[in-house]
DNA sequence: GACCAGAGTTGATCTGAATCAATGCCCGAA
DNA sequence: TTCGGGCATTGATTCAGATCAACTCTGGTC
């Protein structure tokens, strides 16, 4: 169980948990969720309601906070950070089944096991909800419970998305998809596409080697379509060409 | 736009739209709706205003009823049959992304466009709701958006599986995971599996093409796992071989 | 700076499934 | 009964991406 400390920035202290090998105090993290993730669909008594039942926690990169077919005892919401959703074969082959960023509901599971393990990318920040909590809030706030819907419904495109890549695109058309995605993600017109993943789950998120995604993009930069930065980060040098290619028309 | 017609076993009579090429009557299935969807979660007054929106449909084999990236004006329920769920590239390739069965509700995209294509395997009833008059039902019965949340938490988790087999499992396992899936689905302990797709269904769900399936079905027969009977229906002989080479222990 | 470990790139070779091709099996129509 | 067309099976060959292997780059530590 994790350490619990207060928070100094609330008028009323709120618990603070903290996850993984440094334990260095963190603020508390209601008003990210306040900003982020719940004001848009429920009111003030609301968050002061889910506020009341959340943990914050800070997960450290590399930690895995959700382990595949563990008990499904809690809910998440992430207020910062990114994190990698994976199922896994016994032999250790590996499908990362998505990426989940600021504002994502995670542990929807109908199960009492989850279905799938959750590890941080970087750093997150998240709140910590027990699921009989949650089931509670969900009565109470109908309103939680259609914002929740839309995002299943969000990411239930985007499977049917992924499943159409794994099932019947090439390498290249795959890794274009792939950075055409990512730069959506990331709302920034200016064709960076930030990368906070290594090559290995990108190719674990693609149902590629690790060889076949680093040839495929230095197929993509000799070709002129994209340009690689240092430090994970790269740039989209030909968009109308990179997405003839992600759909299939080349 | 179908034919309407009234229906013979409500004291009320009701619309009824028939789809397709031969155009015979039908039942009105608002008792079907009732048995088999929506009862368990809404009480009757609620099924009462369910059926008074929807007007039934009768679907023929082959016929595709949602288009892809067609306006998202319906929202449906399956009452019987089996339809499939696709998604396709420019050039023809196609991947089928789920199987619906009865009870099943289809066209919860947030996008006003659908993101999928849906066609009747065998002879469909459904049931069609606009999707205005859907927001207003929910508004209405939040028992009913609990009841989606519930559906689209299985179909991700459905998902994530898929993710898994069409990334990393080899042809065999793909096979024989799908066998297992469909006994599950089928519902009937004695290892009988109704087939009621075409070898070209299974490939497009599978991400392998039509030869490949049917070689692994051979290779399956011949190793005494599974025995192949005529229309369409395969009999699971030794399930616990199956079931391993499925989660990829052997 | 020197060292090291993990991440990434590139080349050579292999292989599982795709592709190309031929044949068999139904089943409905004439 | 024969014919024809769609579906399924089986065989021969090809190829995209995996595997195996060598090497480079990067960033952190001493």
Chains 1, 2 share one sequence.
Not at 20 to 28: D, I, M, N, T, W
Not at 48 to 69: H, N, Q, W
Not at 70 to 75: E, K, Q, R, Y
Not at 230 to 250: T, V
């Amino acid at each position: 169980m994790p350490d619990q400390t207060t928070c100094q920035f609330e008028a009323r202290p709120r618990r603070i948990a903290l996850a993984g090998a440094h334990r260095s105090p963190e603020y508390c993290l209601t008003c990210g969720v306040r900003a982020r993730s719940v004001c848009s669909v429920v009111d003030d008594a609301d968050i002061a309601r889910l506020a009341e039942t959340a943990v914050e926690t800070l997960v450290l990169p590399g930690r895995c906070f959700i382990e595949e077919g563990g008990p499904a005892t809690d809910f998440f919401n992430i207020t910062s950070g990114t994190v990698k959703l994976f199922k896994a074969l016994p032999d250790g082959r590996r499908q990362i089944t998505g990426f989940a960023g600021t504002g994502h509901f995670l542990g929807l599971a109908v199960s009492d096991h989850y279905a799938f393990g959750a590890e941080a990318l970087d750093t997150v920040r998240l709140c910590r909800f027990s699921r009989a909590r949650m089931r509670h809030l969900l009565d109470d706030f109908p309103r939680m419970e259609r914002r929740l819907l839309e995002e299943a419904s969000n990411e239930l495109v985007a499977a049917q998305n992924q499943m159409l890549l794994l099932g019947r695109k090439t390498a290249r058309e795959r890794v274009a998809s792939f950075l055409l995605d990512r730069m959506q993600d990331a709302l920034d017109p200016t064709g960076v596409v930030p990368l906070p993943m290594t090559r290995a789950d990108i190719a674990d998120y693609l149902g590629l080697t690790i060889e076949t995604v680093s040839r495929t993009l230095s197929w993509l930069r000799r070709e002129g379509m994209i340009a690689i930065g240092k430090g994970h980060a790269i740039h989209i040098a030909a968009m109308p060409r990179l997405e003839a290619l992600a759909s299939g028309d080349a």
